[in-house]
Nanobody, 114 residues
Framework: QVQLVESGGGVVQPGGSLRLSCATTGIVFHRSTMNWYRQPPGKQRELVAWITVGGSTHVVDSVKGRFTISRDDAKNTVFLQMNSLKPEDTAVYYC????????WGQGTQVTVSS
């Protein structure tokens, strides 16, 4: 059974940092591109970052230079390090994986507010 479990969200002041984790079970992790999405309040879900099987990382322009995605294949876990957080980063953050079907975690809330 595929499970993606996010953790690490919370409330942080602007300029602060958080590290999100997504622990996975039931997937061929080391052969999978892993993605982080987010859904701001009242908006559509959007792609934030992804990391390929070979470890090549990509982030969208709005978080470039602030967010870093990484993976630990030994622990079947993907991370999202978020620095210099801004109020517009407030969203529910989701881990995503596609292997034929789309699989999502339950999401973790990140709130950036003073």
């Amino acid at each position: 059974q595929v499970q993606l479990v996010e953790s690490g969200g919370g409330v942080v002041q602007p300029g602060g940092s958080l590290r999100l984790s997504c622990a996975t079970t039931g997937i061929v992790f080391h052969r999978s591109t892993m993605n982080w999405y987010r859904q701001p309040p009242g908006k559509q879900r959007e792609l934030v970052a992804w990391i390929t099987v070979g470890g090549s990382t990509h982030v969208v322009d709005s978080v470039k230079g602030r967010f870093t995605i990484s993976r630990d294949d030994a622990k079947n876990t993907v991370f999202l390090q978020m620095n210099s957080l801004k109020p517009e980063d407030t969203a529910v953050y989701y881990c995503h994986y596609r292997w034929g079907d789309d699989y999502w975690g339950q999401g973790t809330q990140v709130t950036v507010s003073s």
